[in-house]
């Protein structure tokens, strides 16, 4: 059994399976930030759902293990992998190039994310590039160089996914630049809606706190920062403005997506899916 905090291995159960004429093999699905967490759970689940899936990330031993969970669980689709920088607009070009070459370029996830943990006085500005590059900069390269892809299917229908978060909707201490690139995604997102004509759409998706390396793997930064026990980060900082007290599962993340990009969510365009456990909209 799983600590209340230790990512879960996705299963064929976890997923959320949908009907969708386009959910085949010929379609092809990117998503960023494909070797761990909310990516490899996304990869796997709309590769259950069918799609082609094209995997990338600079971990490419990660990647490798994404490919071999696929293949261990048997998904109807399939998962290729390559890897790229998403600081480098070639490697963006190279990986879109690479989709093209597998089918209809029709979805993409934009999901690679880092944190950073320090007040704004301290924050080191290399970091901040590094992280505006990854999780803003690089989500709009990758929209440039597939929208074009999205529009020259037969029917132009397809659909970006941000993965934004509840700090895409409000701030707190010690994750400027993590808050910045969300709130600037989300930004991106309506941009992109914007400039679609229905068919193809943009959406973001905002969570609380999910099971994933990225989010357990900040806990003792956060305690060490606000003087307090780890145990009281989780119950008091991540879940604390929660009515649902329980962290969301990356697998629960990736029917979002799976969700998003499928027919039934065809009026979701510019909006986002906020599952928040009630942080945002409840108060006591």
């Known amino acids: 059994m799983p600590t209340p905090t230790e990512t879960p291995d996705l299963t064929p159960e ?15 699905a990117i998503v960023t930030g494909g070797a761990s967490g909310i990516g490899r759970a996304t990869a796997l689940a709309l590769a259950e759902n069918g799609l082609t899936v094209v995997a990338t990330d600079v971990d490419e031993d990660g990647l490798a293990e994404t490919v071999a969970r696929g293949e261990e669980l048997g998904v109807e689709g399939a998962i ?18 690479a989709a093209a070459e597998l089918g209809d370029v029709r979805y993409v996830a934009n999901i690679a994310g880092l944190q950073h943990i320090d007040p704004i006085e301290d924050f080191p500005t290399e970091q901040w590039d590094l992280m505006q590059d990854v999780m803003l900069r690089g989500p709009f390269l990758v929209a440039k160089h597939v929208i074009p892809h999205i529009r020259a299917t037969a029917d132009g229908v ?57 989010v357990t793997g900040q806990i003792p930064d956060t305690a060490a920062e606000r003087d307090i026990s780890e145990a009281a980060v989780v ?3 991540m879940l604390g403005q929660a009515r649902v007290k329980e962290m969301m599962t990356p697998a629960d993340v990736a029917n979002l997506f799976v969700l998003g990009f499928s027919e039934h969510a065809r009026h979701l365009d510019g909006g986002d899916l906020t599952f928040d456990g009630g942080h945002l909209f409840t108060y006591e």
């Open 14 to 28: 976890d997923v959320l399976t949908v009907a969708d004429e386009r959910f085949g093999p010929e379609s092809v």
């Open 80 to 97: 290729e992998s390559t890897t790229g920088n998403l600081r480098e607009e070639a490697d963006i070009e190279a990986i879109v190039a």
């Open 235 to 237: 119950e008091d900082v």
């Open 158 to 214: 397809g659909a970006i996914g941000n993965m934004a978060s509840i700090h895409g909707h409000v701030a707190t201490q010690d994750k400027v630049a993590y808050i910045s690139a969300k709130f600037g995604l989300r930004g991106l997102t309506q941009a992109i809606a914007a400039e679609g004509d229905g068919r193809l759409r943009a959406f973001s998706i905002s969570t609380g706190y999910v099971k994933t390396p990225l």
